[in-house]
């Protein structure tokens, strides 16, 4: 098999593997059904509200791995046979359908999680390209959350950042953010954007001064 037959391959594998739906998982083990509690999400921040910061932690953690994983064979496979524009975009749709594996999943008739800590999977597993700049957001996201305890916002600003990362970087480093890396441009703004538009409910209580910070409860 090419490397073209194995990153379709992964594709739909990777959609499963994001669909897998870890905070519900984990809240139903301990006795709590998070859809049914706190802010109705599935994702680590709402599971760590209701059982406590490990929790918190455990479901961030798988959830990472689950894009993490398919993206680290994908890039295996890239590095190679190579790169190409039709096999960057390939290389990219492994990571977008574990992305959207997690926002809509397939087990949870098509609902899902806000997909922050999958999004970061998937960056961390494009290497070079988008690791560095997902490493920067991930130390955004806490810049932003440490002082300020809003996750809903820390993640917002931290998705924003990435394409700037991106660019900024790209262009010291030469890797082509508008020629031949244009592809991952435009991934991680669509990224951005998806995460953005999955918080749109968390903005109008933002704005509205009614959002909550993260605080865990004591497990």
């Avoid at 977008?96 to 998937?122: D, E």
């Avoid at 917002?156 to 700037?164: D, K, R, T």
Wanted: with cysteine; charged share 10%.
């Amino acid at each position: 098999m090419t490397g073209t037959h194995w990153l379709l391959l992964l594709i739909p594998l990777a959609y499963l593997s994001g669909s897998v739906p870890f905070g519900l998982l984990v809240g139903l083990a301990r006795g709590v059904d998070p859809r049914k509690a706190g802010s109705g999400n599935i994702g680590a921040t709402n599971v760590g509200r209701l059982l406590g910061g490990r929790f918190f932690a455990l479901v961030f953690t798988l959830d990472l791995l689950k894009s993490l994983l398919p993206m680290l064979a994908a890039t295996a496979i890239v590095g190679h046979a190579g790169e190409t524009w039709a096999l960057q975009c390939l290389w990219l749709g492994v990571g977008f359908a574990a992305i959207l594996g997690h926002m809509f999943s397939c087990f949870l008739r098509f609902t899902g999680g806000k997909g922050v800590a999958t999004s970061a999977g998937v960056l961390l597993g494009l290497w070079p390209y988008l690791t560095l700049p997902g490493l920067l957001g991930i130390i955004t996201w806490l810049i932003v959350f440490l002082p300020w305890r809003y996750v809903s916002l820390a993640s917002i600003i931290g998705a924003v950042a990435l394409p700037i990362y991106f660019i900024v970087l790209g262009l010291l480093l030469g890797w082509g953010p508008f020629s031949e890396h244009m592809p991952l441009l435009l991934f991680v703004i669509l990224v951005a954007a998806l995460v953005v538009v999955r918080h749109r409910s968390n903005i109008a209580r933002l704005r509205a001064g009614t959002e909550h910070r993260f605080s865990s409860k004591r497990s």
